[in-house]
T-cell receptor, first 114, second 115 residues
């Protein structure tokens, strides 16, 4: 069955610390990869996406993610977090192209201490 | 551009009652999705429409859940009768798929509490 795993349930960091959130997915042929973020009280919004090409993708607010096909991974990184990055982060994988099934991980809650 | 609109934002009902949620997607988006997000989990797809046709409803509990997208724009999701385990946030999303970007845009969700 198609599945997406996020390794950390809750991550607590101090401002200026570096961030890496892990995401692994099960094999399913061609996939499209996403990271969504949900700030407190707000709706899910796209942080970044990978469809093809350069496996290192850059998103909004200084976030980036690297697609490593051999490891079925799509980890999210940010060199220096801010208090405003406090949110829940969801990795999602689209299996089966445009009409396929978007599978979400369980999410990682990030708390940044000022 | 206006985002995905959903109403109501919150709903509290007793078990065995019925409830309906409404979604208005982004203008021009052919594909509309309903997700269920239980506390502590990621969203799970319930049903996917392309225009007014169903693409995937394999995870929709059809004995109690129903959804429609008349005229290929607005959509409603209904639960009848509700159970305690239906307490969740119900998210609506839309995308330009299959013609354009696969990116899904999410609405604010409806938080349902079943008591």
């Amino acid at each position: 069955a198609q599945s997406v795993s996020q390794h950390n349930h809750h991550v607590i960091l101090s401002e200026a610390a570096s961030l890496e959130l892990g995401c692994n997915y099960s094999y399913g042929g061609t996939v499209n990869l996403f990271w969504y973020v949900q700030y407190p009280g707000q709706h899910l919004q796209l942080l970044l996406k990978y469809f093809s090409g350069d496996p290192l993708v850059k998103g909004i607010k200084g976030f980036e993610a690297e697609f490593i096909k051999s490891k079925f991974s799509f980890n999210l990184r940010k060199p220096s977090v801010q208090w405003s990055d406090t949110a829940e982060y969801f990795c999602a994988v689209l299996y089966g192209g445009s009409q396929g099934n978007l599978i979400f991980g369980k999410g990682t809650k990030l708390s940044v201490k000022p | 551009e206006a985002g995905v609109a959903q109403s109501p934002r919150y709903k509290i009902i007793e078990k065995r009652q019925s409830v309906a949620f409404w979604c208005n997607p982004i203008s021009g988006h052919a594909t509309l999705y309903w997700y269920q997000q239980i506390l502590g989990q990621g969203p799970k797809l319930l049903i996917q429409f392309q225009n007014n046709g169903v693409v995937d409803d394999s995870q929709l509990p059809k004995d109690r859940f129903s959804a429609e997208r008349l005229k290929g724009v607005d959509s409603t999701l209904k639960i009848q009768p509700a159970k305690l385990e239906d307490s969740a946030v119900y998210l609506c999303a839309s995308s330009l798929a299959p013609q354009g970007s696969y990116e899904q845009y999410f609405g604010p969700g409806t938080r349902l509490t079943v008591t």
